[in-house]
């Protein structure tokens, strides 16, 4: 199975800082890595796909990179409605994975 | 846009059979492209893909799930299924269905909808 570790599992911030949420795969698996956002109790809302593509809709403060194996997520800007728990998941081999989480809440 | 809602049990005994049905609005279940995707979440936990069946009937399972896990779709009724048997306390989750598809140019596969989720507890 490919693993993916994610990083960090929980951060806190303030409105308007810069956040970056890293995910590494085990193996290369070219760009096919997505980031979804989920509030508590909620189904989880798909921001990036194809680690860089912004899903419609989204706000264009989100944007995903890679680097090789390296995966990045990056709000430039965060604003309230944006703490919440954030996962990557790879979509390269089935198993399809998720990283473990990352939660930001208020500093 | 393809609403997705999941029913089921909401409790369900140790060594029995949990059961849910996807029943999809709004959209084609024999639309050839999708794959018909059912996740977990334990409480307080991440997510955990289940597996999916495409529109052919084809499927693809979690190993870590695969002797007790059946995925079906129904294209006539416009649903899909999840059958987990010989549950245990570890199979309460929050579960999850969902449709993976990806863009005409081809490339990685991403959930684009999803249901709202049901809360699955094993326990006697």
Known sequence: DIQVTQSPSSLSASVGDRVTITCRASQTINNYVNWYQQQPGKAPRLLIYAASSLQGGVPSRFSGSRSRADFTLTISSLQPEDFATYFCQQTYSTPWTFGQGTTVDIK | ?124
Request: charged share 15%.
């Open chain 2, 1 to 124: 846009q393809v609403q997705l809602q999941e029913s089921g049990p909401g409790l369900v005994k140790p060594s029995e059979t949990l059961s849910l049905t996807c029943t999809v609005s709004r959209g084609p279940v024999r639309y050839r492209s999708y794959y018909w995707t059912w996740i977990r979440q334990p409480p307080g936990k991440g997510l955990e893909w289940i597996g999916f069946v495409f529109h052919s009937g084809g499927t693809s399972y979690n190993p870590s799930l695969k002797d007790r896990v059946t995925i079906a779709v129904d294209t006539a009724e416009e649903w899909f299924s999840l059958n987990l048997r010989a549950v245990t306390a570890a199979d309460t989750a929050l579960y999850f269905c969902a449709i993976a598809s990806r863009g005409p140019e081809g490339g990685p596969y991403y959930f684009t909808s999803w249901g709202p989720g049901t809360l699955v507890t094993v326990s006697s």
